[in-house]
């Protein structure tokens, strides 16, 4: 079982950054692929980016590619998502998700567990 919790969502305007950070509980964070999803209002979610166990290999949309850099550190069972040149558009709430191999993690219907979310909100 994994818990994940999201944090670092907030208000900024376009053009400047947050960091979203994912804690997980548990000591087989390291064993799981995790990801990160967003869904905007009235919108389905979608995938943003993804990461595998160790950290070797990633995934990110092409929406985000070159603004958005997802990491983790596995010592502190903690995930990333470092988002900068943030735009309008990328308002959402951004999840963060496990799954047990890294090409589930590319798919939000292969995702294990869940957090419940962070609002990002990007004023233009």
């Known amino acids: 079982q994994v818990q994940l919790v999201e944090s670092g969502g907030g208000l900024v305007q376009a053009g400047g950054s947050l960091r979203l950070s994912c804690a997980a509980s548990?000591?087989?964070?390291?064993?799981?692929?995790s990801g990160w999803f967003r869904q905007a209002p009235g919108k389905e979610r979608e995938f943003v980016a993804a990461?595998?166990?160790?950290?070797?290999?990633?995934a990110h949309a092409n929406s985000v590619k070159g603004r958005f850099t997802i990491s983790r550190d596995n010592a502190k069972n903690t995930m990333y998502l470092q988002m900068n040149s943030l735009k309008p558009e990328d308002t959402a709430v951004y999840y963060c998700a496990a799954a047990l191999s890294y090409y589930s993690a590319l798919k939000e219907d292969g995702m294990d567990y869940w957090g419940k979310g962070t609002l990002v909100t990007v004023s233009s």
């Open positions: 990461i595998s166990g160790g950290g070797g290999m990633t």
């Open positions: 548990g000591r087989t964070f390291k064993t799981y692929a």
